[in-house]
């Protein structure tokens, strides 16, 4: 449980890693003030909402922060790491094998549960940057009435350079970002405690009962609010998600020495602002500034910081597709590392322009941050409540707890994230249905995804033999030895590789060299050099090779086959290796047990996946295919 030993997993010091923690990781969360009282209070009945709302208001907004944030994510689900890396696939790597592995080609009770909470993560991404520049750039109208038309197209040209931005990768965009955050959170709190040194009777809303008065007097209606006061805390699940970028102390340190301190101070700000003006709940953020100058200065800079706070999900979302995809839950995609010295650091294109579409379309649909507000929330406190489930099982089957000390966690995580996704469930006809159709869509492709790979690997068992058996066969039908080495790949390291037994079959004729490699991944991060690989003579020039990688680890099979075969005294030439690909074409037809409508979508997913040679690092040049027709 402790996290002492992975707590910054760079070279690079501390106060940097803290910095640039702030351009990532915090943004999200960060730039919630611009948006979150206004529509706590709207929902709250708007001009006819009275002081003791206000204050039970800001009491649930507070007391969300310190238990969802700093309880929750920081204390407790960000100790749930494995090696380093977080987000809600690497919790499910530390579940025993027993209760994720798949069961009569189903994926487990636990693993449909991250599959669930992973996709729906993907919906809030789409939301978040739309939102938070779109509430960014409405607060032209505060300068000057007649540039309010200019906010959607303004958005949309914003967030096309954020996506744009991207393939820089997260440590430049934290070092640009960073100083950026830190000059927002000091804006923030500075504007917050001057209109709190004008009206200090607002503290008086820290004291908890505030909030249960509000749930008194408000009944049901309290509990639909709590879809607004959520807008607050959005962001603690892509923080966790992030953790693998900059480590869990800086995260810690930036959280409880600027950014909690900032937030509270800026939402109480508001909060004096309103007791002294109520007129200011059109947009109380903005109107803490002084009228002119002031005002455009805080629009330019939260214009900035809203397009950092697209950076936690779409960093997370990265981070997530890989896990995703090295755990067998996602095809393969391009991941390109983006800083030598974080395994953590990377970029994956298809899901930045995937991401980057869906946030366009939802500016151009909703025009409006308090239209998309209505689609925001039910996937991060889906999320969030998932999470929660998972972490019990973590504690329980893991780390070995007793039920008396889980069971309360569990409760008391419980005990906000399901008030909070009931409250957000009700947002479904008015724009809800967005990051849920957007869930839907990746849970179809995951589940469809792994399933599909399981049949496939069930089907090669059953009609390949294992490779102690086949052995004395390849060698009668191998009538011809030629000089060089082949490559089979294959899933299985029991079985031999399909591609092999038909290149013999067909041809009568092999290499001098044959080399059957199979290229797991592990569930933990990375992988020592000591057990990268595993290399076997099996006789008359067969070898077994097994390569183990991380899950968060980029394969690279000619540069382990190499020393591999160096180290076993095996010599050849990296050049002359021909490496031997398998490419199923599937018929899709209703004999399979995986069904004709998903076997398509599976052989859809399986046609537009990165090229196995891409994906491995092996030449082009030195790949040879070899098609075989299946049926799942």
Same mark, same amino acid.
């Given at each position: 449980?402790?996290?002492?030993?992975?707590?910054?997993? =760079?070279?690079?010091?501390?106060?940097?890693?803290?910095?640039?923690?702030?351009? $990532?990781?915090?943004?999200?969360?960060?730039?919630?003030?611009?948006?979150?009282?206004?529509?706590?209070?709207?929902?709250?009945?708007?001009?006819?909402?009275? *002081?003791?709302?206000?204050?039970?208001?800001?009491?649930?907004?507070?007391?969300?922060?310190?238990?969802?944030?700093?309880?929750?994510?920081?204390?407790?689900?960000?100790?749930?790491?494995?090696?380093?890396?977080?987000?809600?696939?690497?919790?499910?790597?530390?579940?025993?094998?027993?209760?994720?592995?798949?069961?009569?080609?189903?994926?487990? #009770?636990?693993?449909?549960?991250?599959?669930?909470?992973?996709?729906?993560?993907?919906?809030?991404?789409?939301?978040?940057?739309?939102?938070?520049?779109?509430?960014?750039?409405?607060?032209?109208?505060?300068?000057?009435?007649?540039?309010?038309?200019?906010? $959607?197209?303004? %958005?949309?040209?914003?967030?096309?350079?954020?996506?744009?931005?991207? /393939?820089?990768?997260?440590?430049?965009?934290?070092?640009?970002?960073?100083?950026?955050?830190?000059?927002?959170?000091?804006?923030?709190? #500075?504007?917050?405690? &001057? =209109?709190?040194?004008?009206?200090?009777?607002? !503290?008086?809303?820290?004291?908890?009962?505030?909030?249960? /008065?509000?749930?008194?007097?408000?009944?049901?209606?309290?509990?639909?609010?709590?879809?607004?006061?959520?807008?607050?805390?959005?962001?603690?699940?892509?923080?966790?998600?992030?953790?693998? =970028?900059?480590?869990?102390?800086?995260?810690?340190?930036? &959280?409880?020495?600027?950014?909690?301190?900032?937030?509270?101070?800026?939402?109480?700000?508001?909060?004096?602002?309103?007791?002294?003006?109520?007129?200011?709940?059109?947009?109380?953020? @903005?109107?803490?500034?002084?009228?002119?100058?002031?005002?455009?200065?805080?629009?330019?800079?939260?214009? $900035?910081?809203?397009?950092?706070?697209?950076?936690?999900?779409?960093?997370?979302? @990265?981070?997530? +597709?890989?896990?995703?995809?090295?755990?067998?839950?996602?095809?393969?995609?391009?991941?390109?590392?983006?800083?030598?010295?974080?395994?953590?650091?990377?970029?994956?294109?298809?899901?930045?322009?995937?991401?980057?579409?869906?946030?366009?379309?939802?500016?151009?649909? @909703?025009?409006?941050?308090?239209?998309?507000?209505?689609?925001? #929330?039910?996937?991060?406190?889906?999320?969030?409540?998932?999470?929660?489930?998972?972490?019990?099982?973590?504690?329980?089957?893991? &780390?070995? &707890?007793?039920?008396?000390?889980?069971?309360?966690?569990?409760?008391?995580?419980?005990?906000?994230?399901?008030?909070? @996704?009931?409250?957000?469930?009700?947002? !479904?006809?008015?724009?809800?249905?967005?990051?849920?159709?957007?869930?839907?869509?990746?849970?179809?492709?995951?589940?469809?995804?792994?399933?599909?790979?399981?049949?496939?690997?069930?089907?090669?068992?059953?009609?390949?033999?294992?490779?102690?058996?086949?052995?004395?066969? !390849?060698?009668? *039908?191998?009538?011809?030895?030629?000089?060089? +080495?082949?490559?089979?790949?294959?899933?299985?390291?029991?079985?031999?590789?399909?591609?092999?037994?038909?290149?013999?079959?067909?041809?009568?004729?092999?290499?001098?060299?044959?080399?059957?490699?199979?290229?797991?991944?592990?569930?933990?991060? %990375?992988?020592?050099?000591?057990?990268?690989?595993?290399?076997?003579?099996?006789?008359?020039?067969?070898?077994?090779?097994?390569?183990?990688?991380?899950?968060?680890?980029?394969?690279?099979?000619?540069?382990?086959?190499?020393?591999? %075969?160096?180290?076993?005294?095996?010599?050849?030439?990296?050049?002359? $290796?021909?490496?031997?690909?398998?490419?199923?074409?599937?018929?899709?037809?209703?004999?399979?047990?995986?069904?004709?409508?998903?076997?398509?979508?599976?052989?859809?997913?399986? *046609?537009?996946?990165?090229?196995?040679?891409?994906?491995?690092?092996?030449?082009?040049?030195?790949?040879?295919?070899?098609?075989?027709?299946?049926?799942?």
């Amino acid at each position: 449980m402790s996290d002492s030993t992975h707590d910054a997993p =760079h070279a690079a010091s501390m106060s940097a890693l803290t910095l640039g923690a702030l351009g $990532v990781v915090f943004g999200d969360i960060g730039t919630s003030p611009l948006y979150t009282l206004r529509e706590c209070m709207h929902a709250t009945g708007g001009a006819e909402a009275t *002081r003791a709302d206000l204050f039970g208001v800001l009491s649930l907004i507070f007391w969300s922060l310190t238990l969802v944030v700093t309880v929750k994510y920081l204390f407790f689900i960000m100790r749930a790491h494995n090696r380093g890396e977080g987000g809600i696939f690497a919790l499910l790597a530390i579940v025993p094998e027993r209760l994720r592995a798949p069961v009569e080609g189903r994926v487990s #009770g636990v693993a449909l549960l991250v599959v669930v909470g992973a996709a729906l993560l993907y919906g809030d991404g789409a939301i978040t940057p739309a939102i938070s520049v779109l509430s960014a750039t409405e607060g032209l109208a505060m300068v000057r009435p007649g540039l309010a038309s200019a906010a $959607v197209p303004l %958005t949309c040209l914003i967030l096309v350079g954020l996506f744009s931005f991207q /393939r820089y990768g997260t440590g430049v965009v934290g070092k640009l970002f960073g100083p950026v955050m830190l000059a927002w959170f000091g804006t923030i709190g #500075g504007l917050g405690a &001057w =209109h709190i040194a004008r009206n200090p009777a607002v !503290l008086a809303a820290l004291d908890p009962r505030w909030a249960a /008065r509000y749930f008194g007097t408000h009944g049901l209606h309290a509990g639909l609010v709590l879809g607004s006061v959520v807008l607050a805390v959005t962001g603690g699940e892509a923080l966790y998600a992030d953790m693998g =970028h900059f480590g869990v102390r800086p995260i810690r340190r930036a &959280w409880l020495g600027l950014v909690f301190p900032a937030l509270g101070l800026c939402y109480f700000g508001q909060g004096a602002l309103l007791l002294r003006d109520p007129s200011a709940l059109a947009n109380p953020f @903005f109107s803490m500034a002084p009228p002119g100058a002031a005002v455009l200065a805080l629009v330019l800079l939260s214009s $900035v910081a809203t397009v950092i706070a697209s950076q936690a999900l779409i960093s997370g979302a @990265f981070s997530l +597709t890989r896990q995703a995809m090295l755990l067998g839950y996602f095809p393969r995609v391009t991941v390109r590392h983006t800083a030598h010295h974080t395994e953590g650091q990377i970029y994956v294109p298809e899901i930045n322009w995937l991401l980057a579409a869906a946030c366009l379309l939802l500016v151009l649909g @909703f025009q409006r941050s308090d239209r998309l507000a209505s689609a925001y #929330g039910i996937a991060v406190t889906g999320t969030m409540a998932i999470t929660s489930v998972v972490f019990y099982v973590v504690t329980r089957q893991t &780390w070995g &707890w007793s039920r008396a000390k889980a069971i309360p966690v569990l409760v008391l995580f419980l005990s906000f994230d399901l008030p909070f @996704f009931a409250s957000n469930a009700v947002k !479904l006809v008015d724009g809800g249905w967005v990051p849920v159709l957007i869930g839907i869509g990746f849970i179809a492709a995951m589940l469809i995804w792994s399933k599909g790979r399981t049949l496939l690997a069930e089907q090669y068992a059953q009609r390949f033999p294992t490779v102690a058996s086949a052995l004395p066969e !390849l060698r009668r *039908r191998a009538h011809v030895r030629v000089p060089g +080495t082949a490559v089979f790949l294959a899933s299985s390291r029991t079985h031999v590789p399909p591609t092999l037994m038909h290149v013999v079959e067909r041809g009568h004729a092999l290499q001098e060299t044959v080399v059957m490699m199979t290229v797991q991944v592990t569930d933990a991060p %990375t992988v020592p050099a000591s057990e990268r690989s595993e290399f076997t003579s099996l006789g008359d020039g067969f070898h077994r090779l097994i390569v183990r990688y991380g899950f968060m680890e980029q394969p690279d099979v000619p540069a382990v086959l190499l020393a591999a %075969t160096t180290a076993a005294g095996v010599t050849i030439d990296r050049d002359e $290796v021909t490496y031997y690909l398998g490419r199923e074409r599937l018929l899709a037809t209703r004999a399979g047990r995986m069904g004709a409508a998903a076997e398509h979508l599976f052989a859809f997913l399986q *046609r537009n996946a990165v090229a196995a040679d891409q994906h491995f690092g092996i030449p082009p040049r030195q790949v040879m295919e070899i098609g075989m027709q299946l049926d799942l």
